[in-house]
T-cell receptor, first 114, second 116 residues
């Protein structure tokens, strides 16, 4: 089944403890992206990647890192999480590298930072 | 400034009523794409439609229709004869950029409640 998977789905952590949220797609998509969803703010793009080893900042990259060493994986790293990073995170992928590709989303990861 | 504005935060309608969700976007690019996504109470994001900036034809898919007007920078979504299953948060989104950079912008969403 074609899908985007994220792990873990739920995570509670404490301030400063490094964590990684994994994202994987099995559709051979070029483009991958991370978003956070907060009440009243909609979804905001954190980072995106148009190809292996190519990553770019979105609207809200502060406090996050990403890497794209393989086409299928795009992990989101929080080196030193803070409470304002408590949010619902979505990974997405798109077949098209350039503008206009339809993004397909993972199920979301709910993160609570205490 | 918001790239995508969904001014309606919450809408409630009675089942079988028609409802229109507004979306206004802002871009300087001549090539861009607009999308609508649905987020039901279960939380997943479901793709509904994609439209490029060169195609202003309205689109209908069952009870759903979309009205794209470049002159007013709007891409509105109408649900005809609404049903309880249409209750969800709906997001409008804009994709702009080039082959060297491609950002995606979402509106803040409109929460639709269909009352039986």
């Amino acid at each position: 089944e074609a899908q985007v998977t994220q792990n873990p789905r739920y995570l509670i952590t404490v301030t400063g403890k490094k964590l990684t949220v994994t994202c994987s797609q099995n559709m051979n998509h070029e483009y991958m992206s991370w978003y956070r969803q907060d009440p009243g703010l909609g979804l905001r793009q954190i980072y995106y990647s148009m190809n292996v080893e190519v990553t770019d900042k979105g609207d809200v990259p502060e406090g996050y890192k990403v890497s794209r060493k393989e086409k299928r994986n795009f992990p989101l790293i929080l080196e030193s999480p803070s409470p304002n990073q408590t949010s619902l995170y979505f990974c997405a992928s798109s077949l098209l590298q350039g503008v206009g590709g339809t993004q397909y989303f993972g199920p979301g990861t709910r993160l609570l930072v205490l | 400034a918001q790239k995508v504005t969904q001014a309606q935060t919450e809408i409630s309608v009675v089942e079988k009523e028609d409802v229109t969700l507004d979306c206004v976007y802002e871009t300087r690019d001549t090539t861009y794409y607009l999308f609508w996504y649905k987020q039901p109470p279960s939380g997943e994001l479901v793709f509904l439609i994609r439209r490029n900036s060169f195609d202003e034809q309205n689109e209908i898919s069952g009870r759903y229709s979309w009205n794209f007007q470049k002159s007013t920078s709007s891409f509105n979504f109408t649900i005809t004869a609404s049903q309880v299953v249409d209750s969800a948060v709906y997001f409008c989104a804009l994709s702009e950029g080039s082959n060297t950079g491609n950002q995606f912008y979402f509106g803040t969403g409109t929460s639709l409640t269909v009352i039986p």
